[in-house]
């Protein structure tokens, strides 16, 4: 990333669409335009942590209403939401928090949600190896609600489920009944 060349270009940016950066209060925004922009497209690091599965334990494991924020890659506007994350464990288990950190791995980006929810998906059944993946995200996207068509109040909801929650429909409505995404 380049903040100089970013800074100059929001500044650049502002300037083509009227909006003088000439007052104290404004001097300072192509700045923090790089700054903010820069922050929503840089993912943290995180450590893959597994544990071995000791007990056998076979059943969903669930992590619900993962706050979720990302930039549409149409009009670089935020998307914002939640989450829902699970998957059936086989030999071994991940350590809860890595289910955010990979969802935020995949956000820090210019995104389109069906692709963010695939991609959140195909890493955690890639890297754990899992009987079944879920994903279910549901956003609002201010391009959508704000501007264009100000569908005010509209989210948008997509899912991917993999493997034993693809496969068994059993698994799929509990996860669905579990996250109050069942309709
Ligand atoms: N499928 C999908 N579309 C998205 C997402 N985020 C934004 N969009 C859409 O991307 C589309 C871009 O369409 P364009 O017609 O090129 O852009 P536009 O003229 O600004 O369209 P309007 O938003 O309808 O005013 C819009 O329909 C957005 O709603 C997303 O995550 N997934
Ligand atoms: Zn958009």
């Given at each position: 990333?380049?903040?100089a060349?970013?800074?100059?270009a929001?500044?650049?940016?502002?300037e083509?669409?009227?909006?003088s950066?000439?007052?104290?209060?404004l001097?300072?925004?192509?700045g923090?335009?790089?700054?903010?922009?820069a922050?929503?497209?840089s993912?943290r690091?995180?450590d893959?942590?597994?544990?071995?599965?000791?007990?056998?334990y076979?059943?969903l494991?669930l992590a619900?209403?993962?706050?979720?924020?990302?930039v549409?890659?149409h009009?670089l506007l935020?998307?914002?939401g939640?989450?829902?994350?699970?998957y059936?464990p086989?030999?071994r288990?991940?350590?809860?928090?890595?289910?955010a950190?990979v969802?935020e791995?995949?956000?820090?980006?210019?995104?389109?949600?069906?692709?963010?929810t695939?991609?959140?998906?195909?890493w955690?059944?890639?890297?754990l190896?899992?009987?079944?993946?879920?994903v279910?995200v549901?956003?609002?996207?201010?391009?959508?609600?704000?501007?264009?068509v100000?569908?005010?109040?509209t989210?948008?909801?997509?899912s991917?489920?993999?493997?034993?929650?693809?496969?068994?429909a059993?698994?799929?409505?509990?996860?669905?009944s579990?996250?109050?995404t069942?309709?």
């Open positions: 990333m380049d903040l060349a970013a800074e100059l929001a500044g650049r940016f502002l083509a669409l009227g909006i950066t000439d007052s104290e209060s001097r300072g925004t192509p923090r335009m790089a700054r903010a922009y922050e929503l497209f993912p690091p995180f893959l942590t597994t544990f071995p599965n000791d007990e056998g076979e059943e494991v619900r209403g993962i706050p979720l924020r990302s549409c890659e009009h935020p998307f914002v939640t989450a829902h994350i699970g059936l086989g030999a288990i991940l350590g809860l928090s890595k289910l950190r969802l791995h995949f956000a820090c980006r210019p995104q389109v949600q069906e692709r963010l695939k991609q959140v998906a195909d955690l059944d890639g890297n190896a899992p009987r079944g993946v879920g279910v549901e956003a609002e996207h201010t391009c959508m609600t704000l501007r264009g100000q569908a005010t109040g989210t948008t909801v997509t991917t489920f993999l493997g034993e929650l693809r496969a068994d059993r698994y799929r409505a509990e996860f669905l579990l996250t109050g069942a309709g």
